[in-house]
């Protein structure tokens, strides 16, 4: 016989024990009915998982926003279950647990501090993986929350590849379902996280990579007004070429083409191909090794059909407009982000040396082929120093995808930032060099969000103790830098014996340097900065809707035996005409 023995507490729930098992719990009364979740006691917090905070749509209607979530009468066991979405099988076999794929996958985790206080800080993490891979539940951050127990923890799956950012503009692909999920999860978090003893009205969204990039979005989202107040920013920003597709009606008929799909003439008889095709199919490619620094789906400007439009502006003209939520910014990334495509070295640098204008980024429209020749051996020329790409100049690699996919975009939006009023953005670069060598011994640096690993709890929960003293010192700095920034909004508030940390102006500056020493610096990247400026301002392409259905589209197939980018197939003139 079971007896489960509850008391009242803090105003947040009911904590239970039950007596077979002496496993105590905490039921908490959500909107949608009574969750329990376990003490983790290793942690000292109370874990939720899988609690549906949204409903995905099935079938055809699979690409439109979420739907609202069930409701219980029982009460809903949040147990461990290690459910994704639809996403590459090959890729996420790689992740560190076990994973059950799952259409039905738009559910929350909830970790909240065994504590008595109450009106909690609430921080929201955005996992990234490309905006193709991953789930809520590999980013935990225990050992931050332990610091004062003053923070609950909130991640969460969303859609992700061709399934949440698909956007042909239409009434059933109007595009952005991903976001508008991640939308509808900071909707949950106000209605519901009092429940759970945090405050609605302290909450602190975070993410790394495409999270990142998805934070700095929903900074710009309209839809997102209001449902949190301060954003911290792990290596990715809206700029990027791979945070916004630029041309998405193309994108669809380029994928549509490689799936050796043909028989369509206009966007619906398209959109109906991609309705009528299994999520397994759609998801086939993992859109990690494109060469055009994207990864081919990702939030998209939408055309404003007045149903609920996440974007419907380019991230650039809404930062000029300075029409966006001025919000407190942890705003940042590692001196080698570039270290994400060190994998592909040995194929790309033969591949650079041959046509290095293959390796353009997407947001760059160059009128010919002649001068898109030029500016791409404009740019190897100040990477590579008039030599070949190879073993010898690797740190050219590093540093040209450092500054193509993460540096460079985020340190143009900090500018526009600082001119649009946004006098609360601190800026740090993260160059801790860890001890993990690299099969070049002269390149060592932080890997792609190394700040997030060293804040995170480890993913195979290896002990810390078996770290160096040094990292273990890191590792604690940026912790209390961060949970400093989500009490406070400053992640040196006065009084802390850190360095005095002063928000970054239009120039880039101050930031501060993450390292061995915690310093304070002035203008970060400047020539290297400097350099795209020139390049950008004269061939930016911005992101554009896509066009009214009423078109008429003729689709392209690549050429056979190649592995042709998308620029190379727009190149090649995809037409449109009007019926």
Not at 174 to 200: C, E, T, Y
Request: aromatic share 12%; with cysteine; hydrophobic share 35%.
């Amino acid at each position: 016989m079971v007896i489960r023995l509850c008391v009242v507490v803090c105003a947040v729930g009911f904590l239970c024990v039950t007596a077979d098992s002496d496993e105590e719990s905490l039921d908490v009364k959500t909107a949608q009915g009574v969750v329990r979740g376990r003490l983790q006691p290793f942690e000292d917090l109370y874990a939720f998982y899988n609690i549906p905070y949204a409903t995905a749509p099935r079938g055809e209607h699979k690409f439109k926003a979420p739907l609202p979530p069930p409701k219980w009468p029982d009460t809903y066991e949040s147990l461990k279950k290690n459910v994704v979405c639809p996403q590459n099988k090959a890729v996420y076999k790689l992740l560190p647990e076990p994973l059950v794929m799952d259409e039905d996958c738009l559910l929350a985790n909830v970790f909240v501090p065994r504590t008595t206080q109450k009106d909690l800080s609430v921080l929201v993490y955005v996992h990234g993986g490309a905006f193709s891979i991953g789930y809520g539940k590999i980013n935990r951050g225990s050992q931050l929350m332990k610091i004062k127990k003053d923070v609950i923890m909130v991640t969460f799956n969303y859609r992700l590849g061709v399934h949440g950012f698909l956007c042909l503009g239409t009434k059933d692909i109007p595009g952005n379902a991903g976001m508008k999920d991640q939308v509808a999860l900071l909707r949950w978090v106000q209605n519901n996280i009092a429940s759970f003893g945090g405050n609605h009205e302290d909450v602190t969204l975070a993410g790394s990579s495409t999270g990142s990039a998805s934070v700095d979005l929903l900074v710009l989202s309209k839809s997102a007004e209001g449902l949190f107040h301060k954003v911290i920013l792990e290596s990715g920003g809206s700029l990027a070429a791979f945070a916004v597709q630029r041309d998405p009606l193309q994108i669809a008929k380029y994928h549509a083409s490689k799936l050796n799909f043909t028989n369509f003439h206009d966007i619906h008889t398209l959109e109906d191909l991609y309705k009528r095709t299994s999520l397994e199919l759609l998801t086939s490619d993992s859109f990690f090794d494109r060469p055009d620094s994207t990864f081919l789906f990702s939030p998209c400007v939408e055309r404003n059909t007045g149903d609920g439009a996440f974007l419907t502006e380019s991230p650039l003209t809404i930062l000029k407009k300075g029409s966006y939520q001025k919000l407190p910014m942890l705003y940042g990334f590692t001196s080698m982000e570039g270290l994400l495509r060190i994998d592909y070295f040995d194929i790309w640098k033969h591949k650079m040396n041959d046509k290095f204008s293959d390796f353009l980024p997407a947001d760059l429209k160059i009128p010919s082929v002649e001068e898109r020749e030029e500016v791409a051996k404009t740019i190897k020329s100040f990477y590579f120093d008039n030599k070949p790409v190879g073993e010898h100049t690797v740190l050219g690699f590093i540093n040209f995808f450092t500054d193509v996919l993460f540096t460079y975009p985020m340190l143009k939006a900090l500018q526009l930032y600082a001119e649009g009023g946004n006098n609360q953005v601190y800026l740090y670069e993260y160059n801790f060099l860890i001890n993990d060598s690299l099969p070049y011994p002269h390149v060592r640096g932080p890997d792609h969000c190394a700040q997030s690993t060293a804040w995170l709890d480890n993913l195979n929960y290896r002990s810390e103790s078996l770290e160096s003293k040094n990292y273990q010192k890191m590792r604690s700095i940026v912790r209390e830098l961060w949970h400093n920034f989500i009490k406070t909004g400053k992640p040196v508030p006065e009084g802390s014996s850190l360095p005095t940390w002063p928000p970054a102006g239009m120039d880039k500056s101050p930031h501060m340097k993450l390292g061995e020493k915690v310093e304070l610096h002035g203008v970060l990247l400047e020539e290297r900065t400097r350099f795209w400026d020139d390049i950008y301002q004269k061939y930016y392409r911005d992101a554009v809707p896509p066009p009214s259905p009423g078109q008429t589209i003729v689709p392209i197939e690549p050429m056979s035996g190649t592995t042709e980018t998308i620029y190379g197939f727009l190149e090649r003139n995809v037409r449109l005409k009007k019926e």
